[in-house]
Structures are given as structure tokens and as C-alpha cells.
């Protein structure tokens, strides 16, 4: 396994892993190089100039043009190579592949879980297939504070914040264990706040979807010390979500908009109500009453659920709309955007 920089930098478990590692060696050896080119000269001048009997001081040197455009264009050159290497990863991490699946990732004091397409949810631990897009929504519980989603062996890291939908994602072609931090300091367990992706391979992946017993894969790098409480907890629940049956997220979403009395201003096949109907609602451009469009996302659903009055669309009248903040769990607010997804 390769690790860089004499093994200082964990696991390389993503591309982006060998991206970022890329160009952290780089970054390194231009520091390392300055260093030398720098500080030994200067050591030596110091010793070699220093004022004693007998050495006279030097004349006052007021400036040199081609000494000062060398300093200032070398570095500006590497800082720009810096910008447009790190620009062009950045870029990488923040555009997510059509055909990614989709996790969900909601963060409490103190432990992590993830719900998939088929509704089930589980703690601690996230289940993927080796070799296939991931895209994760994270966010963190109502009323909780700002934890942080980090796989060190990916190298992708992304806030977790309440009320808000984060983005990113990542393709790992290494099965076994990965742990996973969080990385924004959140209280008394933040330490332990930890848990583990799971790589499997395709096969093994389809076996736990359907709720079969897999063998785990071997952990890559560091490893969580309290696995074992920990691990059987989440087996139970396994079985427990397995035993429910495997909803599909949307049905479930379509239940709660049937429940929380959504249905009778939204529509699900184009016709008007008192509010716009859910028929392609996903991913459209509203028009609001100020004038300036919004894309329909996973952030603006939550907006118009938890905050409706905040914005308007144009056309309505302000305040129609009740606000059902607190009515609902994360895991139902991502149930009903999976549902009006689905009327695309
Ligand atoms: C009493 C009627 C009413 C109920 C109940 C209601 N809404 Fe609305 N909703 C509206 C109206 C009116 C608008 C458009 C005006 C506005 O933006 O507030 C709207 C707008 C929306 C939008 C934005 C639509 C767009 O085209 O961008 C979403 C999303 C939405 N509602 C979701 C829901 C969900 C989910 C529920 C149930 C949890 C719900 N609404 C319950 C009346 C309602
Ligand atoms: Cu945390």
C-alpha cells in the first residue's frame, strides 16, 4: 500500500486521495527547497559577516531590479501553479457523478447514521460498493450543533449542519473498513464521535442490501478501538430495519406528505391546489415574488418545510404555507424529497 511522504499521510483509499497527495508532495518539496536555498545561505552570512574587530560594515545597497523581479515573479508563478492545481481537485470533489448513489448522512452528539434509497437506516457504520460513486447529503439533527464528516483514507471532509444540506462524495475502489472522524469539535464525546465506511465488494454489497449477514472486510489503517459494542448494536438494527421490510424511501416520503397533510394544497400530477403541484418539481427553476429564481434542491424543500415564509414563490400570497419546523425528522424531510423526486 502506498503511503506518501514516508508513510506520514494515511491510506490512499479514493483517487482523490492520490490527487490531494499529489499535490501536498508538491506544496512540501517547495517548502523543503526554499528552506534550504534560504536558511542555509542566511546561517552562513550571519557566521561568515558577523560584526568583530577588523571587518568593516558594507555599503549601503539601496536596490537591485533583476534580483527583485526574480523574487517576485518565481513565486508568483508557483502560487499560481498552487491556485490551479488545488482549483482543478477542488473542482473534482465538488462535481458529482449523474449516477452516484445517494446516502444520507445526519449527524448527533454523538454518532453518525445513514439512510439509503430503500429507507433503511443504519448507525455508525456506511455500506457502499467498491468502485461506485457515492454521493453524500449530510446534515445535522435539529437542534444539534456543527459536527463535521471526515474519511481521512478519502480525504473528503464536509461540514454537518443543521438545518442545511451539504454535499459531497467519493469512489473508493479499496474494500474494508474506513474509519470515519468527526472533525468539528462538538462537546464532551466528540472524540469518540467515530465510525466506519465499509467497502464491499459489489456481490457483498447486493447480499447486506437485502439484509443478508456479510463477512466484513478487514480494517485499512488506524482502527476503532470500542468496535465490538458498537458493531453489535448496529447488527441489530440491521435486522430490525430488515424485518420492518425494505421500503422504498419515496413510499415512505409519499406516506408522510399524505400525513402531515401536505396533499391537500400540493398535487402530485400537475394540477393546481391551493399551492404548485409536485408533478417535475425537482431540480426546476421557482420563480419568487421578489423576482429572483431559485433551483429546486434538497436545501429549498427543507426551506419551504421548516421556514416557508421566508420566501415566497410569485404569485402566492405570503403565508399560506404553514411551517412544519419540529413536526418532522430529518429522515422524514429526506424521505419526501426522495418522493417529489420521484415525480420527475
Ligand atoms: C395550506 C396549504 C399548504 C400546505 C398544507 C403545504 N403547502 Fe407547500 N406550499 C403552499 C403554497 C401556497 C406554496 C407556494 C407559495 C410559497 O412559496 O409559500 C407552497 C410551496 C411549497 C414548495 C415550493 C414549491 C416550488 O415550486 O418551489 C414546496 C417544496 C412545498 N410547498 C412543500 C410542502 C410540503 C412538503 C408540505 C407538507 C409537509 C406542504 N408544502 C404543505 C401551500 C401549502
Ligand atoms: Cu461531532
Known sequence: M??????????????????????????????????????????????????????KPASHIEHNSIL?????????????????WGWEVYKKTTQIPP??????????????????????IVQTDMYVPENTPVRLLITSEKNDVLHSFFVPNFRIKKDAVPGMFTTTWFESGMSGQHLIFCTEYCGASHSNMMGRVVVLSKDEFEKWKWGKDVQLPPPVGPEFLNWDQQASAEVDLRKDAHAKGLNQLAQQGAQVVQSMGCVSCHSSDGSARIGPSYHKIFGREAVLADGSKVQVDENWIREKIETPHKRTLAGYQVGLMPSYKGLMTDSEIFAVIEYLKSLN
Open 99 to 120: 449516477n452516484a448513489m445517494t446516502v444520507r448522512v445526519v449527524a448527533k452528539s454523538w454518532n453518525w447514521s445513514f439512510q439509503y434509497d430503500d429507507g433503511r
Open 2 to 55: 502506498s503511503n506518501g511522504l514516508w508513510g506520514t499521510l494515511p491510506i490512499q483509499g479514493t483517487q482523490f486521495a492520490k490527487d490531494w497527495d499529489a499535490l501536498y508532495t508538491f506544496l512540501f518539496w517547495v517548502c523543503a527547497f526554499f528552506f534550504v536555498i534560504i536558511v542555509v545561505p542566511a546561517i552562513f552570512f550571519i557566521v561568515k559577516y558577523r560584526e568583530r574587530p577588523g571587518i
Open 68 to 84: 527583485e523581479f526574480t523574487w517576485t515573479v518565481i513565486p508568483t508563478i508557483l502560487a499560481l501553479i498552487i491556485f490551479a
